[in-house]
Nanobody
Framework: QVQLVESGGGLVQPGGSLRLSCTAS????????MAWYRQAPGKQRELVAT???????NYVDSVKGRFTISRDNAKNTSYLQMSSLKPEDTAIYYC???????????????WGQGTQVTVSS
């Protein structure tokens, strides 16, 4: 069993910056892809950014040039550096990881509990 815990959310003014962290713990054989999703009230959950074990990254168009996803494999941690924040970035942000707890096991997703990001003046 793997647990993901996010931190770093909060209230920030438009144009400001925030750094989210996600740390995985438990039985971990290998983490393949880590991702950040977000969900605003009344809207579908949206994939924001992904990073593979080889540190290839991808972003939804709306955050390109503003957000940076990274990972520290030694710490089983991913980060989402958010800059030039806009009110439309307001959402609950969820950490996700695709992983195996044991060799040969089917890959599965683990989710964090979410952290609120509010961009408002």
């Amino acid at each position: 069993q793997v647990q993901l815990v996010e931190s770093g959310g909060g209230l920030v003014q438009p144009g400001g910056s925030l750094r989210l962290s996600c740390t995985a713990s438990g039985i971990i054989f290998s983490i393949y892809t880590m991702a950040w999703y977000r969900q605003a009230p009344g809207k579908q959950r949206e994939l924001v950014a992904t990073i593979t074990s080889g540190k290839n990254t991808n972003y939804v168009d709306s955050v390109k040039g503003r957000f940076t996803i990274s990972r520290d494999n030694a710490k089983n941690t991913s980060y989402l550096q958010m800059s030039s924040l806009k009110p439309e970035d307001t959402a609950i942000y969820y950490c996700n990881a695709t992983l195996r707890s044991r060799p040969g096991e089917v890959m599965y997703n683990s989710w964090g509990q979410g952290t609120q990001v509010t961009v408002s003046s």
